[in-house]
């Protein structure tokens, strides 16, 4: 089997994603987090990986940036993979002068401007949420690791918004959003399992801020990223029990 972008076979791909944006980062994750790895796709250097987390069968499969990215992606795993839960792992820029600079947030709702959902089926809503079991089994496990996590809604951007002056950006959203941060995938994600009754949930690292001009180091970015990682990891073994 295989769609215009994955070539995977069907029982190649696990019926959980973890889904960072970036190729490399999923090759990261395969060779530092899963045992008995394998390569499952290099499509357009998509990189796609499946392996086991503590006896729990996991697919790793990058998104690219971008709402027309992830959406390609996302719904081929969805609809013709059979997946049925993908959690995002990835970044983000803080909305909250209390959200700092490699904080991790659970988004429980992400609201856009894009016109994906209008463009897909003529939908209209700006505002998609999380699946409530999935963040529910994320934060119980952040619980259980004693991980600090920042649950809210988030924003999700067809622009980069560190490029832009940030009050003009940020004028263009209801005012009483309370937004936790800005990143650029989860809205069509979460519109995507709403439509094919699928279940999505979103992890990000906080890597920028306009509220904190600290330089991080790459190796305090990368320890962040990673607790971020392990947390995802740990939830998806909450479903084979």
Known sequence: MATPHIESDLKDI??????????????????????????????????????????????????????????????????????EKIIRIGTCGSNNKDIKILDVILASSSYSLSTFPLLFDKDTEKEYFASDSLNDVIEKTASKLNMKINVGKIITSDVFNPYVDYQKYMSNYPSDLNSLGTEMETFCLFYLAHKLNKEASCLLTVVDSPFDERQISSSDRQNSLNTMIELALESITFFDK
């Open 14 to 83: 696990a019926k959980i994603v973890l889904m960072p944006g970036d190729p490399l980062r999923a090759k990261y994750i395969a060779d530092n987090f899963l045992e008995n790895v394998k390569m499952v796709n290099t499509v357009r250097n998509m990189y796609g990986y499946t392996g086991y987390y503590k006896g729990t069968k996991v697919t790793v499969f990058a998104s690219g940036m971008g709402i027309p990215s992830i959406g390609i992606y996302a719904f081929e795993l969805y609809k013709f993979y059979n997946v």
